[in-house]
């Protein structure tokens, strides 16, 4: 009878992360809460987005409350992803090895405080003006302000010729990334550095005698249950089965199934979402005095605590605050694999996910709003808007075409159901209206908002004709003028509505006006964006437009390839990639690691294709 009731108390709590699992199954949350409006099914946006796995964990009251996975690990095979499917954490690896060295400095094996060139004994951070005035110390390269170069590592091809760790640090091949140097004066300001995680690395090998990924088992992965997970690279053949493939966008595996990184702190762990939620836990029962395995309170509060004001940056997590909240957290960004971890520094909540595919991330934090929506996370859910009516005058106000700026319109129509506007991502996307005659988006914090009528917003900047619009954008209100109707089509309008060769034509003569208003890197991102995310000739359609008006840069021709590569177009694809390395050396726009990034990736990629 006892084992009866016990059963039964338990009932309740399995049934509540029951109903919390199916909402986030169908209804992933928006990106603005609208009430009656439903987010789209989880499996249907893996669908759009082409992301063939996603697994995630949830923390609540210092417990894994729910766990589950979908889709396939492994495409080819169909191997179903299970809550036991290894991921690469990618950067989420930097933080987990911040642990480890606060667990050596708690048992006083280790300073954070000294030149971190007395801690390494078989490489030496090069020295120059700059640390001569201000030695880098391990704190300052955990928390990104070492003044260290080198963002992040590509990785290798797990049959690829492999640099040692000292290699890697000196940029000498085969390592496929430059030199690791100080080129910012130490601790006065926070810049993302992969390169210094890993002048770290070396530190903690040389400092315990032990491999990377031997050190950290024993350190934090033992001690924290963490038993599927590992920083061994490349991945242990026994564990290579339960791994998920890597997927490039477009949904095409990565080759070899996933890359190798030899940088192990920086992007190297090996593991599921149960067992970094294992992470959170420590670090939360640590920040709140409870009984934890690694850490104590001062050493976690030493950790979250930010060096850089509004950068946010502890030593390996980053801290955020929302509203009253705040939370810990830390992504990641691997070839095909994409993560986030977040933990509450005010109570005992948080949530990993993890993804196998670079198209992955919107998804990914989609999940991760939807488990803060049903979870009711301080700082993430708001109560959903309610929504409101438009009078026939009102609505017709609306439907037409407005000038936000030289080149940029929003166009809005009628529709059955309400208003649409036309967008470059989704094509025509539905507004609903809320209190006050307001229209807003579902999918993106964007409104709309009639001027100068009866209780409306003035027309700004003397416009006097209530036909306008205002666009509000993080609180920024710009207002928009209404065209007439014989105004010719934009090239957004053109490239929105399928009319490619028509777009294209346009985009030029935009850029001949007015090439201030078609930024390379703004056509870059939108193309590449667009080109794997579902609108392909769209982005295909920026990026060749790209290389046309910034034919000098390296860059362009790497995302126009990268694209043809993955459309399938294999002679276009080497056209574009061999057009980047004539050009890589003399791109004006490109610092030395970056031309060496491009050079390398490019080089990889005319392998890739001449083997097909």
Known sequence: MRVLILSLLLLPSLAFAQDHRRAIENNLATVVPIEGVAGKPLAERMKE??????????????????AAAYGFADVASKTPATTATLFQAASVSKPVAAMGAMELVERGKLALDV?????????????NDLTAATPVTLRMLFSHSGGTTV??????APGAPRPALTAVLDGKPPANTAAVVVDLAPNTKYRYSGGGITVAQLALEDQTGLAFPEFMRRTVLAPLGMSHSTYAQPLPPARRAAAATAYNPGASEVPGKWHVYPEMAAAGLWTTPSDLAKVIIEMQDALAGRPAKLLSIDAARHMLTPRFGSDGVGLGFFVEQRGAARYFTHNGSNEGFRSVLFGSMDGSRGAVVMVNADTGAPLMMAVLNTIAREYGWPGFAAAPLQRGTLSEDDAARFAGRFELAPGRVVQIRRASGGLELLDMAGGWVTLYPVAGGTLLRADRDLRYELCGAGSQPACPDGLENPSHIIVIQGGKRTPAKRLSSDAPLTAEELLAAGEIEKGKAALREQFRADPKSMPENRLNDSGFALATTGRPAQGLALLEINTELYPASANTWDSLAEVLALAGRTAEAIAATEEQLR?????????????????????QRLKKLRSR
């Open 49 to 66: 987005l082409r992301v063939p796995a996603l697994s995630y964990a949830v923390v609540e009251d210092g417990k894994i409350v729910l």
């Open 115 to 127: 030149p971190v060139n007395t801690l390494l004994l078989s490489w030496h951070l090069p020295d």
């Open 151 to 156: 963002h992040g590592f590509p990785g290798y």
């Open 583 to 603: 050009r890589v050396d003399a791109d004006p726009g490109a610092s030395a690691e970056q031309k060496n990034f491009l050079r390398n990736m490019a080089l």
